[in-house]
């Protein structure tokens, strides 16, 4: 049997490192692959502790966060590929018309 | 008793002032105005004050009663309670008499003089505003009543002086006149406050004042008498406050005559005999207040003897004679001071109307050597000025020598030996300095031919009323040894002033005294100046010429100070402290606004790093301080 810790420290680790991806990475699409890896980190934590307690209301929780990612997935490609539409780069901080208009 | 007439004394020349000033109006705006008509209003509103005056008098003389009138509670803040009241007694109908009477005078003689002048309406607009002022200031009933009057010939006079104002000195002896005044009006402001404290916060009128006197620690009467007396410098231009009255002299004659002779400057004196009640007990103020004359009357004469300008000359003379009148209230002989303001009230204005005839028929001539030079033959103002200037030295028996005798003889009563000799040597002084504008402007022989000018009947027959009044003004007063009645002392009994009980003999000595004096004043004058030659002019030099500097020390101590404080604090204090206080914060807001704008970078990256950190303070609080 896989303990307790162990298993709560993949997850957590898993998080940080996706944390850590979305601060650290520029291109659009590893942010997203981050993104999706900080979600599992939790569903894993999720049902880690379903399984430790008995319960079985966390795990519904997961499958709900993998439909919700799923549908996300759907939006978050579609507006990737409008996004390099617009300025042909999937690197994030050419996306900074939001800046006083100096730098385009 | 309760009469609904003293109202009407005042506003008989306020509906005047304001006929006058909307016809002025008119006249500019649309239409000429006869001056016929200005002049009409302008002259008979003071000749319903004085008939109505005149009329109160004679029944209070036949009655025996005092006139008061209750118009409206003008304020009424918790226990201050001022009414605006009108009061008619002894002392106020006794002034306004004379300030109705000779202020008609006044008025008439005007039209004469300003004749065909421009601002003829305005002119008297501004002078039926004087008088109505002047008038609220005698009958008030309270001393802030009494105050609106005080400030009211303040702005007059200043509006007054600087009736030409196209010329800057002008402007500028208008603005001295006022901020002077200020300087005395601030300090009755505060003796009137300190004395509503002193009292108790009682009700402000002269009577429950004077009843609610004993209520008061002798340290705060004094220090409110104080602060009235400074008022009464201002107004009557006593040291330290006389500067403003020489300068005054920039307006038309008429209005000379009628801040020396009728208003104005005849408040200072009043006022005090108005607080009566309070100086009497204030031995050493009283004291203080001869000094302050005295010495006012020294320096005035000593000034006047150097001056070329004949209405400067007789505006020391004025300043002078009020320094006789402070002597003789601040003594307690109260009625004695005011009689003296009742005869000068004659001969003064007699004298500036006189002198301002002289000067029209020279076509604005004011030099007295300059006049001299091109003498015009004048037998009728030549004839009242001579009656004025006898009437001001003190030759008996016109009304000058009984008023001024009276208050030396109060001086040497009361053992106030230096008083009595500062006063005795101002007399020869005037003696000489009004015998010496005399003789150059009337007497010198001049190479120039004589050529009669006409004057104006309006401009003479004030004249000779007045020289009427200046001769035989004195007899009212007439002294005891003489078989007389003192008929002014009488009628101003509720003054309780001090009379003078000399033996017979002393008297006579001292008359004696004072006439020789005079006499010998008027000696050296003849001898100096009556085959003076004219066209050597003296010149205004030395010690005596510039005025003892006092404008200059003045300038010096007050407004070059005020000056270099006010450069002070906009070159140094607004400039480098506050200015840069307030510039320095403005750019360290747009710095720190600087500074917070580079968080908004649209770095997306950056802002999840700021989300993640948000939500793990948000997680790190909810575990630890909500111990979920």
Not at chain 2, 33 to 38: A, E, G, Q, Y
Not at chain 2, 267 to 287: K, N, P, Q, T, W
Not at chain 2, 515 to 542: C, H, M, Q, R, T
Not at chain 2, 562 to 569: C, G, H, P, V
Request: glycine fraction near 8%; include cysteine.
């Amino acid at each position: 049997m896989i303990s307790l810790t162990s298993l709560a420290f993949v997850s957590m680790m898993l998080f940080s490192i996706g944390a850590i991806g979305v601060i650290a990475r520029r291109n659009i699409f590893v942010i997203y692959m981050s993104l999706e890896m900080m979600l599992n980190g939790i569903n894993l934590f999720l049902v880690t502790f379903a399984r430790y307690h008995f319960n079985m209301d966390p795990q519904i929780v997961s499958i709900m966060v993998i439909a919700i990612a799923a549908a996300e997935a759907a939006i978050f490609l579609s507006v990737i590929i409008l996004l390099f539409r617009s300025k042909k780069s999937l690197d994030t901080d050419i996306f900074n018309t939001l800046t006083q208009g100096e730098k385009s | 008793m309760s009469t609904d007439l003293l109202i009407w004394i005042i506003l008989s020349p306020l509906l005047g002032a304001i006929l006058n000033g909307g016809f002025y109006f008119y006249s500019i705006k649309k239409e000429k105005v006869p001056d016929l008509l200005f002049a009409l209003i302008g002259t008979i509103t003071p000749l319903i004050s004085f008939i109505i005056t005149l009329s109160l008098f004679l029944r209070m003389k036949d009655e025996g009663m005092i006139f008061t009138q209750q118009l409206f509670t003008w304020l009424h803040i918790d226990k201050l309670n001022i009414n605006m009241g009108l009061l008619g007694d002894n002392l106020s109908i006794f002034m306004t008499m004379f300030v109705t009477f000779v202020g008609w005078l006044i008025h008439i003689y005007a039209v004469g003089y300003m004749k065909g002048d421009k601002g003829f309406g305005k002119f008297f607009a501004y002078f039926n505003l004087f008088l109505a002022s002047m008038l609220i200031l005698v009958l008030a009933d309270n001393p802030i009543i009494l105050f609106i009057g005080w400030e009211g010939v303040g702005v007059c006079s200043y509006l007054l002086i600087k009736f030409y104002y196209g010329k800057a000195e002008n402007v500028l002896a208008a603005n001295k006149a006022f901020i002077v005044n200020r300087v005395g009006d601030f300090g009755f402001i505060l003796g009137v406050i300190t004395l509503f404290f002193a009292l108790g916060e009682v009700d402000l009128s002269f009577t429950s004042i004077e009843a609610n006197l004993a209520n008061a620690t002798p340290e705060l009467l004094g220090l409110a008498g104080f602060f009235l007396f400074v008022g009464a410098m201002g107004k009557s231009a006593q040291i330290p406050l006389f500067v403003w009255l020489p300068d005054a002299m920039a307006g038309p004659t008429p209005i000379s005559a009628l801040i020396h002779a009728a208003t104005m400057v005849t408040a200072g004196v009043y006022m005090v005999a108005r607080f009566h009640f309070l100086y009497v007990d204030l031995e050493s103020m009283g004291l203080f207040i001869a000094y302050i004359g005295a010495f006012s009357a020294m320096l005035a004469a000593f000034i006047a003897t150097r001056q070329n300008d004949i209405k400067k000359i007789l505006a020391y003379s004025t300043m002078s004679q009020l320094g006789y009148m402070f002597i003789a209230v601040g003594l307690g002989f109260y009625s004695t001071g005011l009689f003296h303001v009742f005869t000068h009230a004659f001969f003064k204005a007699m004298l500036f109307m006189g002198a301002g005839g002289v000067i029209m028929a020279l076509h604005h001539q004011q030099d007295i050597f300059k006049i001299a030079q091109h003498r015009a033959s004048l037998p009728i103002i030549g004839f009242t000025f001579l009656v004025g200037v006898i009437a001001i030295s003190g030759i008996p028996p016109f009304s000058g020598f009984f008023s001024k005798d009276a208050i030396l003889a109060a001086a040497f009563q009361e053992g106030e030996y230096l008083i009595w000799a500062m006063a005795l040597f101002t007399a020869f002084l005037t003696a000489f300095y009004m015998f010496r504008l005399y003789f150059i402007v009337f007497v010198a022989p001049s190479h120039s031919s004589k050529k009669y000018v006409y004057t104006s009947k309006t401009i003479t027959i004030p004249l000779l009323i007045l020289a009427v009044g200046a001769i035989g003004a004195g007899f009212l007063n007439f002294p005891t040894i003489f078989g007389g009645h003192h008929l002014v002392d009488a009628w101003l009994v509720q003054l309780n002033s001090k009379t003078i009980h000399l033996s017979h003999s002393t008297e006579y000595i001292l008359m004696g005294v004072s006439i020789l004096v005079a006499a010998f004043g008027i000696l050296v004058a003849y001898k100096k100046y009556a085959n003076f030659d004219v066209s050597k002019p003296e010149e205004e030099v030395g010690l005596i010429g510039n005025k003892f500097y006092i404008d200059e020390i003045y300038d010096a101590l007050f407004v070059q100070s005020l000056k270099k404080l006010s450069s002070f604090i906009d070159k140094v204090v607004d400039e480098k402290i506050i200015d840069s206080f307030i510039m320095n914060s403005s750019s360290g807001f747009v710095n720190i606004g600087k500074r917070v704008a580079m968080l908004q970078n649209a770095n997306v990256r950056f802002y999840a790093t700021f989300m993640l950190i948000g939500m793990m303070c948000i997680f790190v609080y909810i575990y630890f301080m909500l111990g979920l």
